[in-house]
């Protein structure tokens, strides 16, 4: 879903669709999420992104926010060392979580991983992949 460049009455379907009234927060909010590009970003990552775009939310208020996105299915959370992440992907893929740099990657961009780390073929025909690889290096 890409709506930063997208006319206004797409927007408010969104917005109608999570129960929102139309702030200009908000719409900054949707903007800096959903870009068109796949994203995976954790709370603080998303209160720097929307400080950078001069708009300011309590984390509270971003907490709930996302797990709104999340409830409606347009974001999907990863929990990972007891910490959320959101990706704007929802479909069921493989995560690679980087603990040094403390972000997640999808598996299929971590090329340099494939051949030191094949991914089990028993796992191709799970439907739900909730698998997190925890990787860190010695
Ligand atoms: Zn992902």
Same mark, same amino acid.
């Given at each position: 879903m890409n709506l930063s460049e997208a006319p206004k009455k797409e927007i408010d379907v969104v917005l109608?669709?999570?129960?929102?009234? !139309?702030?200009?927060?908000?719409?900054?909010?949707?903007? @800096?999420? #959903?870009?068109?590009?796949?994203?995976?970003?954790?709370? $603080? !990552?998303?209160?720097?992104?929307?400080?950078?775009?001069? @708009?300011? #939310?309590?984390?509270?208020?971003?907490?709930?926010?996302? $797990?709104t996105l999340v409830g409606k299915g347009y974001l999907k959370q990863i929990t990972v060392d007891k910490q959320s992440f959101y990706d704007t992907n929802t479909t069921d893929h493989i995560h690679v979580f980087n603990q040094e740099e403390n972000q997640i990657y999808d598996y299929k961009d971590c090329v340099e991983l494939h051949k030191d780390l094949p991914i089990p073929a028993c796992l191709a025909l799970l439907e739900e992949y909730s698998l997190v690889i925890n990787i860190k290096k010695k």
């Open positions: 109608q669709d999570c129960g929102w009234r !139309q702030t200009k927060q908000r719409v900054v909010l949707l903007k @800096s999420i #959903f870009d068109g590009k796949d994203k995976h970003f954790s709370i $603080n !990552q998303m209160n720097e992104i929307l400080k950078e775009n001069r @708009s300011y #939310f309590s984390l509270t208020t971003l907490y709930e926010n996302l $797990n």
